[in-house]
């Protein structure tokens, strides 16, 4: 039976990864750790609080729990990586290189780590982005994850390590607060939204970006990660796509359910970063490597988004 180390169970994505994980592979096969104390269903499985820019502390707790899986989802994202540009780039290397020497050092047998769609650039070609093009980011997180592809694929290739990954769009839902990414405005506009709150949008209008919801990444992390080693064909980063839209856009899919909610645009620094991505992602090669299909679109996501959201409210009143 694998035994599989979640970096970063906290977050975003660690936080329903974990559970997922979980009840794929039983409660105490899969090993959560972050710098917090978890919450919440987290709480009921095996925890440790970890940092993972400390080596000796991550070697400790992978031979403690015999681990044999890591799935390293610690990262500064887009917006606050922007603000502090040297902590960011170090947090997110430093951890990266220390899972791929485990693996090199035959501690680990197999590794996910996520790229993201930043790593394109300005030059990239915007609609429908190959997986081969110009990656020319100007974001400290995109640079981050750029440069991680490289090292990913390099450590594969001269130490034959089994490290898998796919770019991530934006990620939307309900059961997180957003992390300081600049797709961001996709998950607060629907809290907005159940609260009977007007919102405040930091892009303009008809800022278009890739945008996935939470299940589909679930699955898509996941399933690469099953597949037989010889289906996984590009070791830098797959690219996954699952909708393309933008604020105004996703503020008329909420309007559907709830037509007098308010938005308004004062675009601020994220602007700049959003303009640098692509609007939408060709992702032929894992479709046809390993099998990848989304299963939401804009309005489906949007009902399901409410739907929770709302019931997450009223338990609260």
């Known amino acids: 039976m694998e035994k599989i180390l979640i970096l970063g169970a906290c977050g975003q994505v660690g936080s329903e990864l974990t559970l997922a994980l ?44 015999s681990i ?21 780039w170090d947090l997110n290397m430093t951890s ?39 990656m020319d980011p100007n974001t400290v997180y995109g640079i981050s994850k750029q440069a991680g592809e490289r090292w990913c694929e390099y450590y ?25 990414g600049t797709t961001d405005y996709a998950v607060d506009i629907y809290h907005k939204a159940v609260q009977s709150a007007p919102f405040k949008c930091f892009l303009s209008q008809n800022t278009k970006l ?43 899919s909420i309007q559907a359910t709830y037509p007098d909610f308010e938005i308004s645009y004062k675009p601020d620094f994220r602007q700049a970063i959003a303009d640098s991505w692509p609007q939408s992602i060709d992702d032929g090669f894992a479709r046809k490597d390993w099998g990848w299909s989304p299963k939401y679109d804009l309005n489906k996501m949007t009902q399901t988004m409410l739907n929770n959201l709302k019931k997450l409210l009223e338990k609260v009143e």
């Open 22 to 65: 979980r009840k794929a592979f039983g409660t105490d096969n899969v090993v959560a750790s972050d710098l917090n104390k978890p919450k919440g269903d987290l709480a009921e499985g095996p925890f440790e609080i970890l940092d993972a820019t400390d080596k000796a502390a991550l070697l400790s707790v992978v031979q403690k729990h």
């Open 68 to 88: 044999t899986q890591v799935y390293h989802l610690v990262a500064m994202l887009s917006a606050k990586a922007e603000e502090n540009p040297v902590f960011g």
């Open 96 to 134: 990266l290189f220390h899972v791929l020497d485990l693996a090199k050092e035959r501690f680990i047998n197999k590794i996910f780590w996520p790229s993201s769609i930043a790593v394109f650039g300005p030059n990239t070609p915007a609609d429908n982005t190959p997986q081969h093009t110009t």
């Open 156 to 180: 594969h290739e001269k130490y034959k390590v089994d490290v898998r990954s796919v770019r991530y769009p934006g990620l939307i839902g309900y059961k997180t607060l957003p992390g300081g």
């Open 210 to 252: 890739p945008m996935m919801y939470m299940d589909d990444a679930i699955s898509a992390t996941i399933d690469i990660m099953q597949v037989p080693k010889d289906k996984v064909k590009i070791r830098s980063s797959y690219n996954i796509a699952g909708m393309s839209f933008s604020p105004k856009e996703l503020h008329e």
